[in-house]
């Protein structure tokens, strides 16, 4: 999700590509889950991606796309947004797989991944 801030710059030209904070507590055997219906667990996360000028344009919802009123959407917003992100285990169900291509291979002759 992207939240953006009427009264707060995030400054997104001061990050790094893979700038942010994670809270891992909840993954995997961090903590007592048992009772709660499920294995695994995930990761809650927050920051910013950086700050390309084309590249990294967030807009709120209903911004306009195209023209003078995107120019003038992308001037405020800009410094003035970023990312909260979570994950999750996905395990294995019937219909989500991998599986081994039984004619192509690797250069060392290893079947590659469907």
């Given at each position: 999700m992207t939240v953006f801030f009427e009264d707060k710059e995030t400054n997104p030209f001061m990050a790094a590509g893979a700038f942010g904070s994670i809270i891992d507590d909840?993954?995997?055997d961090n903590f007592d889950h048992s009772g709660l219906g499920f294995i695994g667990g995930g990761h809650i996360s927050a920051g910013l991606s950086n700050g390309r000028p084309i590249?990294?344009?967030a807009l709120p919802p209903g911004s306009p796309r195209w023209g003078k009123?995107?120019?003038?959407?992308?001037?405020?917003?800009?410094r003035?947004?970023?990312?909260v992100s979570g994950t999750a285990c996905n395990y294995a169900y019937r219909d989500n797989y991998l599986d081994l291509d039984p004619t192509y291979k690797d250069a060392l002759g290893r079947p590659l991944i469907a």
């Open positions: 909840f993954n995997s590249g990294t344009r009123g995107w120019k003038q959407a992308t001037a405020k917003w800009y003035r947004w970023f990312d």
